[in-house]
């Protein structure tokens, strides 16, 4: 059965695919799996229909079947367990890649989306400039510490997996700003995942959303 996946009928990021629903297009497509894209509008995410869906009334969401999941990360992994390329076949490898999911989402994440809320929302904010500086202050040391177990390596425990993907798409939400620039090896491993041909097919799939045309509802990666 081909899944079904929710994304912003208007995209929100001026067509930057910054929304987690992107993610889920990658994994999709790094797994060579057909799926559809059912796109909601801002009130249609808040009705009770999608709620059903997404308690918190976001995207994306996944339907396979009888099985409905939210959050991006859940998802992804889900994806990953059920198609070769995300995951190593090797046990402990495999624990590595997951724990590097978990590192992206649960600490690399935080600061930095609390950074982009805070640039949205509050930048006009009298106290704005005098916050801004510890915002970026936690960013930088999440950056740094990346970016010294990163080293010279091209992907974060051998191989290209899951944790890659999340943690690309993460550091993503820094673009426009400087602050990547600030650590060059970071800045290449997220070129070296944008340049992947699943995340073009995936990021293309968004661009066609953004500019208004028809996007197709159902996406074959092969």
């Given at each position: 059965?081909?899944?079904?996946?929710?994304?912003?009928?208007?995209?929100?990021?001026?067509?930057?695919?910054?929304a987690?629903?992107?993610?889920?297009?990658?994994?999709?497509?790094?797994?060579?799996?057909t799926?559809?894209?059912?796109?909601?509008?801002f009130?249609?995410?808040?009705?009770?229909?999608h709620?059903?869906?997404?308690?918190f009334?976001?995207?994306?969401?996944?339907?396979?079947?009888?099985?409905?999941?939210?959050?991006?990360?859940?998802?992804v992994l889900?994806?990953?367990?059920?198609?070769?390329?995300?995951?190593?076949?090797?046990a402990?490898?495999?624990?590595r890649?997951?724990?590097?999911?978990f590192?992206a989402?649960?600490?690399?994440?935080?600061?930095?989306?609390?950074?982009?809320?805070?640039?949205?929302l509050?930048?006009?904010?009298?106290?704005?400039?005098?916050?801004?500086?510890l915002?970026?202050?936690?960013?930088?040391?999440?950056?740094?510490?990346?970016s010294?177990?990163?080293g010279?390596?091209?992907?974060?425990?051998?191989?290209?997996?899951?944790?890659?993907?999340?943690?690309?798409?993460?550091?993503?939400?820094l673009?426009?700003?400087?602050l990547?620039?600030?650590?060059?090896?970071?800045?290449?491993?997220?070129?070296?995942?944008e340049?992947?041909?699943?995340?073009?097919?995936?990021f293309?799939?968004?661009?066609?959303?953004?500019?208004?045309?028809?996007?197709?509802?159902?996406?074959?990666?092969?």
């Amino acid at each position: 059965m081909i899944p079904t996946i929710t994304a912003f009928e208007q995209s929100p990021d001026r067509g930057r695919g910054l929304a987690r629903d992107m993610r889920v297009r990658w994994a999709l497509e790094e797994a060579g799996q057909t799926y559809a894209v059912r796109l909601v509008s801002f009130k249609e995410m808040k009705e009770p229909a999608h709620r059903a869906l997404h308690p918190f009334g976001q995207i994306p969401t996944y339907e396979e079947g009888d099985l409905a999941l939210f959050e991006s990360g859940a998802i992804v992994l889900h994806i990953a367990e059920g198609h070769p390329g995300l995951l190593p076949d090797d046990a402990n490898a495999r624990a590595r890649a997951i724990t590097w999911m978990f590192a992206a989402l649960n600490t690399v994440e935080p600061p930095i989306l609390d950074r982009g809320i805070a640039m949205m929302l509050e930048h006009d904010k009298a106290w704005f400039q005098e916050r801004l500086p510890l915002l970026e202050g936690r960013v930088r040391v999440r950056l740094g510490e990346l970016s010294r177990r990163l080293g010279a390596a091209d992907w974060l425990d051998d191989a290209f997996s899951a944790g890659d993907l999340l943690m690309v798409t993460v550091l993503r939400r820094l673009s426009g700003s400087t602050l990547l620039d600030e650590y060059p090896n970071l800045a290449a491993y997220v070129a070296r995942g944008e340049a992947r041909p699943a995340y073009q097919r995936a990021f293309a799939d968004h661009l066609s959303v953004f500019r208004g045309s028809q996007p197709p509802r159902e996406t074959n990666s092969t």
